[in-house]
């Protein structure tokens, strides 16, 4: 999008007018699907134009698929393909009469894919209405009617002390004020070397100080909390069940940076998340620790929570900055980076919510301390989290540098019904696939980057014996090519072609797909489109005699 | 400061793009989604150099130039790439551009044929409703130059960008074409356009 519309953005956004994406999402949800009407009203309250919310309309999942009295939206995420390489979305087809994206001709039921609802632990899922349920006969509930609340996964810590694990208290927050200067608070995170948990990995402290050097007086922080991998359930544990640590995580931001607003943009497929966030910013406001003149010092800071509408590039920062604004979702070229010109052209703060996370302990015990909990590792602790497979999936505090295998086999438990782990996905859609052969390694960032792996987001997808590698090519590139934005031209056309390659039994040729990878990894605009080759590249060194090559 | 470009040195302002220090060098690499008039977008990725010292290929178009720079327009991985890309947006079109296009012109300058991609392509879609711009939808490589062009230079906000990944194109106002839109009839999207996906009506017809 241009300049001149996120100017125009910005000038409606002072006078506190919806954006045009709130105004749909309301409108889809009430009425089942957007008319014209819809869309003029959106224009109207947002200001902006006909074309650009039209624009909007055309871009996200949430606002495409006309939605019935009964609207059931299937997952087809990682983790339920791992379970079920998608049969329950072949059982619910057949079941409804319907394809994904349709309706009934009597606005009985309409059927809809989404990816990913967060139930990994208990795959497959399939949301009814705002009820997820998942795992066995998910499938013969839904379709009998007694759609049932799935249980939340479990979650603890092998530290002693939890840190991200630890319900927020705010002792952080109020340490900082009480002993830390903006100035000294922003050299604690840097010296901490707390790296960002979304995926790219980049330190923290230096995002910030980039932002600090800006002369604006107007910053913003902004806690991604759609980064949206398939098979990651990290976020929503921590939105949803330890909501006041990110928001405190937020403040801290806020004070080291000098902004004093926070936006939090949730996920659409996680309902809980953006209920639970505001009601911890209502308490934090009822005890003082947001709004003006925090506890005396001066320093102001508060919260908007605000929720996406399906999109997995949306966790890009310039695309998520984007969607905040009720913009198209698509990637902005850096530079400039957002720490210079991001939200409403603003010096702005992109922060994943685990990172944020990371803060308050940092800002009360010190980097010292936070280097301590990793001994000879990156420093700090990491949310991750295992799919159904594995025996005891969950959400983990661990270590950097902790074995893989001992993650996989001793906390995780090992594949469940006595299957065999063939590989694991780490760290999300763009992470290689590591074969079960190549377990011991540590979990860092560096060591699992030297096989082509990444530490990502820390979503541990294992994938067991009966896992077709195919198929598995072809669920991954079908992901990528549904949410390339459409913005750069490699990932817009060549996931497609990448895609279609293993879409029929046809043999793929090599050369060709390998000339594709290329030319997504070195031209693409973002990390989704050059990052999406790396999990195929993995196939090929590990399992090319299961791809069907020429 | 100073860059060269293929080994000719070019005094530029800081803050430059590698693509203007390049041409201020005389030298030349292709591009489809930039037009100077507008902010760069950085879509098409076929503006692609090598950078002495930098791992990978550079976008351009994009790119800052910093002092002592040493760009390569011939870098092999990026014109290798780039042909591929340009390969790829050939393939997504049913028809091959009329020669006279900037992405027909590009295509030649890079020795791309016919695309071997099989496969999807966009659906035709004319619309003729407007008295003097007409779309050809199915010619729409999302290149961003016409909604930028009405954003940007005539600032009437009539165009955008619709869909996303292959699916993505172009749209005038709520979809209802030129006519029910806030055109301006200023003709900049169709000036800008580098494969006639919107023309002038009038140039259509000779």
Redesign the interface.
């Known amino acids: 999008m241009s300049k001149n519309l996120v100017e125009l953005v910005r000038r409606t956004h002072e006078h506190s007018a919806p954006t045009a994406l709130e105004v749909l999402k309301d409108a889809v949800e009430a009425r089942g699907e957007l008319t014209d009407e819809d869309r003029r009203a959106a224009a109207a309250a947002s200001g902006l134009p006909e074309a650009a919310v039209y624009g909007v309309s055309t871009f996200y999942d949430d606002l495409l698929a006309p939605r019935g009295r009964r609207h059931l939206r299937v997952c087809t995420g990682t983790s339920c393909f791992a379970t079920t390489a998608n049969a329950h979305v072949d059982e619910l087809r057949e079941a409804l009469g319907l394809e994904l994206g349709e309706r009934r001709d009597d606005g009985s039921v309409s059927l809809a894919e989404t990816v990913c609802l967060g139930f990994c632990h208990s795959s497959p899922a399939i949301r009814d209405g705002d009820l997820i349920d998942a795992g066995d006969a998910v499938v013969e509930r839904v379709l009998a009617g007694g759609t049932r609340g799935a249980s939340e996964p479990e979650w603890s810590s092998v530290l002693a002390e939890p840190v991200l694990i630890r319900p927020g208290t705010w002792a952080g927050f109020e340490h900082a004020l009480a002993r830390h200067t903006a100035e000294s608070l922003l050299e604690e995170v840097k010296a901490a070397r707390v790296r960002g948990r979304g995926g790219a990995g980049f330190p923290a402290g230096d995002k910030w100080a980039f932002a600090r050097a800006s002369p604006s007086e107007q910053k913003f922080i902004v806690a991604n909390g759609d980064e949206g991998d398939p098979g990651s359930y990290i976020d929503k544990y921590l939105m949803e069940q330890n909501p006041a640590l990110v928001l405190e995580g937020m403040a801290l931001a806020g004070y080291a940076v000098g902004a004093d607003h926070g936006f939090v943009l949730t996920r659409s497929e996680y309902p809980l998340s953006k209920p639970a966030l505001e009601q911890a910013a209502a308490s934090a406001r009822e005890d003082g620790l947001l709004g003006d003149d925090i506890r005396g010092s001066g320093f102001s800071f508060d919260v908007t929570v605000l929720e996406g509408a399906g999109s997995y590039v949306v966790g890009e920062e310039t695309a998520l900055l984007a969607c905040i604004e009720g913009l198209r979702g698509t990637v902005s070229a850096r530079p400039p980076f957002p720490a210079v010109r991001g939200l409403y052209g603003l010096p702005t703060v992109v922060n994943n919510t685990e990172t944020l996370a990371n803060i308050p302990f940092i800002a009360r015990e010190g980097a010292a301390a936070y280097a301590a909990l990793s001994p000879g590792a990156s420093s700090g602790s990491k949310l991750v989290c295992f799919n159904e497979r594995f025996a005891a999936p969950g959400v983990y505090e661990v270590r950097f540098g902790t074995p893989l295998r001992e993650l996989c086999e001793e906390l995780a438990g090992g594949m469940r019904d006595g299957r065999e782990l063939k590989a694991l996905q780490i760290g999300g859609p763009l992470g290689g696939i590591l074969p079960a052969s190549q377990l011991d390694v540590a979990f860092d960032f560096d060591q699992l980057a030297e096989l082509g792996c990444m530490v990502g987001h820390g979503g541990i997808v294992g994938f067991d014996d009966r896992t077709d590698m195919r198929d598995l090519a072809r669920h991954l590139l079908r992901f990528g090519a549904h949410e390339s934005c459409g913005k750069c031209f490699p990932c817009r056309i060549g996931l497609r072609r990448a895609h279609d390659m293993f879409e029929e039994r046809r043999a793929v040729d090599r050369a060709s797909l390998e000339q594709l990878l290329e030319a997504l990894e070195v031209g693409s605009l973002c990390a989704h489109g050059s990052g999406m080759p790396a999990p195929i590249r993995s196939l090929l060194a590990h399992f090319a005699d299961e791809l069907g090559l020429a | 400061m100073r860059v060269t470009v293929d080994g000719v040195a070019v005094e530029v302002e800081p803050d430059t793009t590698i693509l203007t220090a390049i041409r201020a060098a005389g030298a030349n690499v292709p591009t ?1 989604c930039f037009d100077a008039r ?9 503006c ?1 150099v090598g950078v002495a010292g930098v791992r ?2 550079l ?1 351009a178009c ?1 790119t ?1 130039c910093r002092d002592g720079m040493e760009i390569d327009t011939a870098d092999e ?1 990026s014109r ?3 042909t ?2 340009v390969e ?2 050939l ?2 079109l049913p028809v091959a551009p009329a020669p006279h296009t900037e992405l027909a012109q590009v295509a030649r300058s890079l020795g791309v044929g016919t695309p ?5 392509t966009h659906a035709t879609d004319h619309d003729e409703r407007h008295p003097y711009l007409a779309f050809q939808h199915e010619l729409c ?2 290149c ?1 130059r016409c ?2 062009a009405c ?2 230079v005539q ?1 009437a ?12 194109n172009i ?6 074409g030129f006519r029910d ?2 055109c301006v009839s200023c003709g900049a999207c169709a000036d800008s356009c580098p494969t006639d996906a919107i023309t002038e009506i009038t140039l259509l017809r000779i």
Do not use: H, K
């Open positions: 489809l507008q902010d760069p977008f950085g879509a098409c990725r076929v692609l990978g290929p976008p994009t800052p991985t290798r790439v780039a591929a890309i790829l947006v393939s997504e071997r991609w099989p496969g999807a490589i999302s961003g909604v930028r954003d940007e600032g906000f009539a165009l955008t960008a619709t869909g996303r990944g292959f699916g993505a749209a005038a106002g709520l979809d209802g839109s806030t």
